[in-house]
């Protein structure tokens, strides 16, 4: 991220990817039949670039302590939507299912916007953000669907290097439209366009510690509080997040 002038600043953020992926075993399930694809204890495993986000930020002051940013991301689609098993059912090439590839394979539009207002030793926040998939299917077949996000949080320092971080989002995302193609037999449920994606909502605290030369470590805890998922999926787990800045 560089900043151009004093409100407005430019992002360029690659990505690498590395996923793992292992299903659980309904209990009671049919004993396995000769051929039947079966994940077992090793799983699936997918790694490689994703896709690229390119973002203009401006912000504008409101009064002293508050101000609004606008953000404009364009998401290019240098991620993979043709990873593919190495053997299923003896077919050679079935392409992995929707959520390992580690690409759109569309451009994306990516639009946001904030509201922060400082008061005493806090900041308090509103964000509101989207992902609009421009364009047509991808090349496989089929389009991820819109997701839109609004947030609220509030960062509390603790002492001069320590702050206490919390935030509540809700996130709609929609179905998947279109579907891979069909010499790609479906494996599970998460190879069925309408068991993908639905309404969440996650509720974040974490710590922020600030280093010596501008640099700052972040640490958070995210715990589902509620899911509506669209069709067949498992429920959510809370996940850890690390995250480390440095300017210069």
Do not use: C
């Not at 404009?72 to 299923?88: E, N, V, Y």
Request: no cysteine.
């Amino acid at each position: 991220m560089r900043g151009i002038t004093d409100r407005l600043s430019v992002m360029l953020m690659p990505q690498y990817m590395s996923m793992d992926m292992v299903l659980r075993e309904l209990d009671g399930r049919p004993p396995t039949q000769p051929g039947e694809h079966v994940h077992g204890s090793a799983g699936h495993h997918t790694g490689t670039l994703g896709d690229t986000l390119l973002s203009a930020t401006y912000s504008y002051p409101l009064k002293p302590n508050q101000q609004v940013m606008f953000t404009l991301g364009l998401s290019i689609p240098t991620g993979k939507t043709d990873l593919a098993f190495r053997r299923q059912n003896r077919v050679d090439g079935s392409l992995v299912h929707f959520d390992m590839q580690t690409g759109s394979g569309t451009w994306d539009l990516q639009p946001a916007m904030s509201w922060i207002s400082s008061v005493g030793a806090g900041q308090y926040g509103v964000q509101l953000s989207g992902i609009s998939r421009a364009g047509q299917l991808n090349d496989q077949g089929y389009r991820l669907g819109a997701q839109w996000q609004g947030s609220v949080w509030t960062t509390q320092a603790l002492t001069p290097w320590l702050g206490f971080t919390a935030r509540l989002t809700e996130t709609v995302r929609h179905r998947i439209t279109g579907n891979i193609p069909s010499v790609n037999d479906p494996q599970g449920p998460m190879d069925y366009p309408q068991n993908q994606g639905g309404q969440y909502r996650d509720l974040g605290v974490g710590f922020t510690v600030r280093l010596p030369a501008n640099n700052q470590l972040s640490v958070e805890w995210e715990q589902p509080l509620q899911d509506s998922p669209n069709g067949i999926q498992l429920a959510r787990q809370g996940q850890w997040s690390l995250a480390w800045q440095t300017g210069f």
